[in-house]
């Protein structure tokens, strides 16, 4: 094997230059972190989530699903740009709290543990609906806002497909939220 040849090769007064399909292409790099990363948040995409669900299988995994509550009140009142600073800063204590979080869509999170128990993973919800519910949220403009999130959990050992498990701990979210908001529903076995 000899040197590798240049991408641009200079022979007499001609450039012989690469073909296009032949570089290699650093925008599908690019598009390949954009389909992984939600862009307002910073957290994982919805495609991401159920990309690491398939890759990593759903057993000995504990799905929490979160919802902001009343969040169409934040939009109401004061307007998509302070509601999506209000998801920015749930989405940035989310990954300070946990590893691998993901944003489903709209005001929904979801967090993905791994070899927890449910017991354990419930202590961890409640710490981090706790948190929220005492906490402030400062928004640019130097108002300040509380929120408080209901979540669902549910166990993968339960289910059998990373939709199921998904799905589950979303109707528990839901049942959390019909029971009055800010608290946590773990899903009945299926």
């Known amino acids: 094997m000899g040197e590798p040849k240049p991408q641009n090769e200079r022979r007499g007064s001609a450039e012989f230059r690469t073909p296009w399909y032949k570089k290699p292409d650093k925008s599908l ?18 495609s991401e989530l159920y990309s690491e669900l398939e890759k990593k299988g759903i057993k000995n995994t504990t799905v929490l699903f979160m919802d902001i509550d009343k969040f169409k009140d934040v939009n109401d009142s004061y307007g998509d740009k302070y509601g999506d600073e209000v998801l920015k ?30 017991h354990d993973a419930e202590k961890r919800a409640e710490a981090f609906r706790r948190e929220t519910e005492e906490g402030v949220i ?7 806002l509380s929120k408080t999130i209901s979540i669902g959990i549910a166990d993968g050992n339960n289910y059998k497909s990373s939709e199921d498990l998904v799905n589950a701990a979303g109707v528990a979210m839901h049942d959390a939220k019909n029971n009055g908001r800010n608290q946590i529903v773990v899903a009945q076995s299926s």
Do not use: P
Request: proline residues 0%; without cysteine.
């Open 29 to 46: 790099r690019v598009y390949r972190n954009l389909a992984q990363i939600d862009s307002l948040t910073q957290v994982g995409s919805r």
């Open 89 to 118: 800063i749930l989405g940035a204590r989310l990954l300070n709290k946990f590893t691998n979080v993901y944003r489903k869509g709209g005001e929904e999170f979801v967090v993905v543990l791994s070899n927890v128990s449910v």
């Open 138 to 144: 400062l928004l640019s403009d130097g108002r300040k």
